[in-house]
Every structure is written in structure tokens, then in C-alpha cells.
């Protein structure tokens, strides 16, 4: 694809691995300047340094715990002192723990709210500014299929991601007057480690191989197979770009057809 954005800034979060690398990747494939963030230092830098010479562009490593606001304010530092601008910003962190209401105390709901609902605050507000000085901008959050069909065992995780969805489309409406976009894809099974050590989880408790588990959950899926992070990478990359100018406020299914509502 040749998305017509060269040169370009964007900030991609928890990005050294899974769905945000999918997007950091074909983004530094359209020769957009990448500011990746992550916990892990070493995995950071590294992928940082295997982007840059597998697509020619820039690409920035930063330590980034998206749960902490000082670590967010530094990463907007770092990226403003090497690239001078913010462009686009892909709102994303590793999910709440897994399980159901009983499992959970006031100290597991706060952390699960700093993590997936403040975390887009922050992140969002930290990027305004520069964005509003350019005249445009392009934000996608990530949430999950799971706001529109909550799943029985992540119920950190459909309650906060619910929220997120909630503040894209708000935002959509507020800063549409200023050229800035706002979208959340929602991803269904994307094979990455998150989804690989859910399914382990699954199949532990039901004492099965994780084969199994993967094998029914792919029968419910109408394409057959969980998505790759390309396939997560390509439809998030298209979204920033200006090929998608006049789309904005809408949350996207990217899950081969999963999701059996209408809207
Ligand atoms: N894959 C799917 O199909 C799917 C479906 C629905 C929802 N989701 C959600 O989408 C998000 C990404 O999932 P994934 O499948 O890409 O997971 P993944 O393959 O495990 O990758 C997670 C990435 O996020 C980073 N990360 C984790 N916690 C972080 C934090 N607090 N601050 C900054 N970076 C952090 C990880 O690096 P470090 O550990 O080094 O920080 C890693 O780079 C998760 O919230 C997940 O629950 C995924």
C-alpha cells in the first residue's frame, strides 16, 4: 500500500511485540516515523532496531509503562525532541488480568482502570497539543471485540475497554472541527502471546492441550483461523492515513467475521 504519509510521526504504544508492533511495522513500511514504547528495554530497543533496517525509516525506542503517567509524559518528550511533531498516536497497553467478579478487589479494578482507561486519557491529552499546532491528526485506540460481545472471563477487560470505546467516539465528535480523527478497532483473535497464553489458560483449566482449545475457538470464527498481526497492521495503518479522511467516531471489528450483531 502507499498510503501517502512519508515522513510523517507516530507514537505507537505497547508496540514491541503483538498488535501494536503489526501497526508500528506497516507503518515504518510507509516510511512514517515510528515512536515505539514498551516495558521491556532490551525487547524494545531491539525490535526499534530490526524496523529501522528491515523498512529504512526512523524508529525510536522508548521505555513506556502505560499505566504510569510520568513514563507517558517522557515518551511524548523523547518523541517532540526527535522528530519535532506528533502526527498519529495508536492508544494501546497489555490487557487487565483475566477473570470474573468474585476474583477481584477494589485494588484490582483501580489498577485495571489506570491501565486501559486512564492510560488512553493520558496518552490522547499528551498528543493534542501537537497535534492542534499541525492543524491534523489521526488517533486509533485498540479495545476488543468483547465491548460489543463481553467475554465471561475478562471482565476487567470488557468493563475498561468499554469506556475506551466510549471516549473514541466522544473525542471523535469534539475534535473532528479541528482535523483530527479518532477510530478503535476491535481485534477478535489475533494470534500474538496474549492469545497464545489465554488459550494456555483455557486449556489448563479445562485440562485439555491447547490445540484443542485453539481448534474450537477457530471453528467459531467465519474465516476459519485467527487474524496475523499484518492483517491487524494493515487495516491500522490504513485508518491513520489520510486514505481514510473521512472516516472517523467508528469502532471497527477486525475478527474474520466473528462478532455476530449487526452494528
Ligand atoms: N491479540 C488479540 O487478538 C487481542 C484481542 C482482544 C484484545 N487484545 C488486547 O490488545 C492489547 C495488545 O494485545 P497483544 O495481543 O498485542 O499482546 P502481546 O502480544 O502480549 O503484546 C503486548 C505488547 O504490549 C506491551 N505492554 C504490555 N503491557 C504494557 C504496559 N503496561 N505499557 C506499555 N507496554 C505494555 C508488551 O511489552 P512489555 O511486556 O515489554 O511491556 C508487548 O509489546 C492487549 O491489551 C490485549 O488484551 C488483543
Known amino acids: 500500500m502507499e498510503l501517502g504519509i512519508r515522513d510523517r ?6 508496540s514491541s511485540k503483538g498488535l501494536g508492533f503489526g501497526i508500528a511495522r506497516e507503518l515504518a513500511r510507509e516510511g512514517v516515523r515510528v515512536s515505539i514504547g514498551s516495558r521491556t528495554e ?31 509524559t517522557q515518551w511524548l518528550d523523547n518523541t517532540m525532541a526527535a522528530f519535532g511533531n506528533v502526527d498519529m498516536l495508536v492508544v ?19 489498577a485495571a482502570f489506570e491501565l486501559t482507561l486512564m492510560s488512553a486519557v493520558r496518552m490522547i491529552r499528551a498528543v493534542l497539543p501537537s497535534m492542534r499546532e499541525n492543524g491534523r491528526g489521526s488517533i486509533l485506540t485498540i479495545t476488543s471485540c468483547s465491548v460489543k460481545e463481553p467475554i465471561d472471563f475478562l471482565l476487567l477487560s470488557n468493563v475498561m475497554r468499554s469506556g475506551v470505546t466510549s471516549l473514541a467516539k466522544s473525542l471523535s465528535r469534539q475534535l473532528a472541527p479541528e482535523n483530527i480523527r479518532v477510530n478503535n478497532l476491535m481485534p ?23 490445540e484443542e482449545v485453539r481448534a474450537a475457538n477457530e471453528l467459531g470464527i467465519p474465516l476459519g483461523r485467527y487474524g496475523t498481526i499484518e492483517e491487524f497492521g ?21 475478527d474474520g467475521g466473528s462478532v455476530s450483531t449487526v452494528w
Not at 510521526?9 to 505497547?14: G, L
Not at 531491539?46 to 507517558?72: C, M, Q
Not at 494501546?92 to 483501580?110: I, R, V
Not at 483473535?189 to 485440562?207: C, M, Y
Open 234 to 254: 494493515r487495516f491500522g495503518a490504513f485508518l491513520l492515513s489520510d486514505a481514510a479522511s473521512y472516516i472517523t467516531g467508528q469502532t471497527i471489528a477486525v
Open 9 to 14: 510521526v507516530a507514537m505507537v504504544a505497547a
Open 92 to 110: 494501546n497497553a497489555g490487557g487487565p488480568p483475566a477473570g470474573k467478579f468474585d476474583d477481584f478487589a477494589d485494588s484490582d479494578w483501580q
Open 42 to 72: 532490551s525487547e524494545v530497543f531491539e525490535v526499534a532496531d530490526l524496523l529501522a533496517e528491515e523498512t529504512g525509516t526512523e524508529v525510536l525506542a522508548n521505555v513506556l509503562d502505560a499505566a504510569d503517567p510520568d513514563s507517558i
Open 188 to 210: 477478535g483473535r489475533i494470534d500474538t502471546d496474549r492469545v497464545e497464553s489465554l488459550d494456555s489458560l483455557h486449556a489448563d483449566a479445562k485440562g485439555v492441550p491447547v
